[in-house]
């Protein structure tokens, strides 16, 4: 007698219930671990598109912070090459008003040599107070001629430091508005 033979038929579809039974459990773990790689797989790929937009809206940002950065200092640039342009133009129009000055000066000289030069003539008659005069006259001339051209240059001086002081004025203020801190 065989072993077959002992096994009623009923067992025998039991156990091939029961097989076909585990395969398809088997078969469904098999799938849902399909399904749990595909899900894996998917969130994978949402967190690497996440990751994705995050470093393109970084980029973005530090593209237009970068934009803004060069904006300020193509206007401080700009405001600097002005600073620069009106203190050039202020020294130019110092050296016309010393170069004026400086003309003054000589035609008040030689205006107080003419004067020195009647005098002397005109005391002719009197030697001694006649050389009062002339030594007073051109003493007087000469302290005239040189007091008016140290007043000339003195504000000559004066206008050209305040030139200076704007020029610097204007630079630290442009530098000082390009490092102030940006408003959002």
């Not at 998917?42 to 593209?63: M, Y």
Request: glycine share 6%; with cysteine.
């Amino acid at each position: 007698m065989k072993f077959l033979d002992i096994v009623p038929s009923w067992l025998w579809a039991l156990l091939l219930a029961l097989a076909l039974g585990v395969t398809g459990i088997e078969r469904t773990q098999v799938l849902k671990a399909k399904a749990d790689v595909s899900r894996v797989q998917k969130a994978v790929s949402d967190e690497k598109l996440d990751r994705q937009a995050e470093n393109t809206r970084r980029a973005l940002a530090a593209l237009e912070d970068l934009q803004r950065v060069l904006a300020m200092q193509a206007a401080h640039a700009k405001a600097q090459q002005e600073n620069v342009d009106a203190y050039e133009k202020n020294m130019a129009v110092l050296d016309g008003h010393r170069r004026a000055a400086a003309g003054d000066a000589e035609r008040m000289r030689k205006q107080f040599a003419a004067y020195a030069s009647r005098d002397r003539d005109q005391a002719a008659s009197d030697p001694a107070a006649c050389q009062r005069v002339e030594d007073r006259s051109a003493v007087l001339g000469d302290l005239a001629a040189r007091g008016a051209e140290l007043l000339r240059n003195g504000r000559l001086i004066v206008e050209q430091r305040d030139a200076e002081l704007g020029v610097l004025l204007g630079i630290v203020g442009n530098d000082r508005a390009l490092i102030a801190p940006a408003p959002r």
